[in-house]
């Protein structure tokens, strides 16, 4: 696979998965209130490399939060 079609897989998936978190957090504030819309778009990321990066992002926060303890 070509690096520009690779991005654009990647852009693509990251785009889907905003716009589902936005929506999702419409329905909810609506129904549920806007303290129940916590929706992330890393929750629908289904891209192989942006899930690493999910997952180095939550370690990247934990050491973060281990240093201002």
Do not use: C, Q
């Not at 957090?25 to 289904?46: C, D, L």
């Amino acid at each position: 696979m070509k690096i520009k079609e690779r991005i654009k897989i990647i852009i693509d998936d990251y785009s889907f998965a905003t716009d589902e978190a936005r929506e999702r957090n419409k329905i909810k504030s609506y129904f549920k209130g806007p303290e129940e819309a916590t929706e992330s778009p890393w929750t629908y990321v289904k891209d192989p490399i942006l899930l690493k990066v999910k997952g180095h992002l939550a370690t990247i926060r934990g050491v973060i939060d281990r240093i201002k303890r």
